[in-house]
């Protein structure tokens, strides 16, 4: 079984026992949590395609830790001003551990 989620304004293919990587969620490593953005379920040749959620069903994962991103150099120019700015971001992620995905 696998199911389409949204998160974090970005959409992911889970199914479950697969570890994935969001953008941050709020909770403690070993904290369960419930997502209810379920925009796709499919099971085989069975596919429930949400407007734009499936009514019922929920996605639940476990929260394996909290995690950064790569360093990112965001360097902005203008030429022939001698206008530079230099600026690092890394992004803060949550890693995911699906464990069940239901339907109501």
Partial sequence: MFAVIK?????????????ITVERLEGEAGSTISLDQVLLVGEGENVTVGAPV?????????????????KLIVFKKRR???SRRKNGHRQDLTVLKITSIAVA
């Fill in 7 to 19: 998160t974090g304004g970005k959409q992911y293919k889970v199914a479950e026992n697969e570890v």
């Fill in 54 to 70: 499936v009514a019922g069903a929920t996605v639940t994962a476990e929260i394996v830790g909290q995690a950064r991103g790569p």
């Fill in 80 to 82: 022939r001003q001698n």
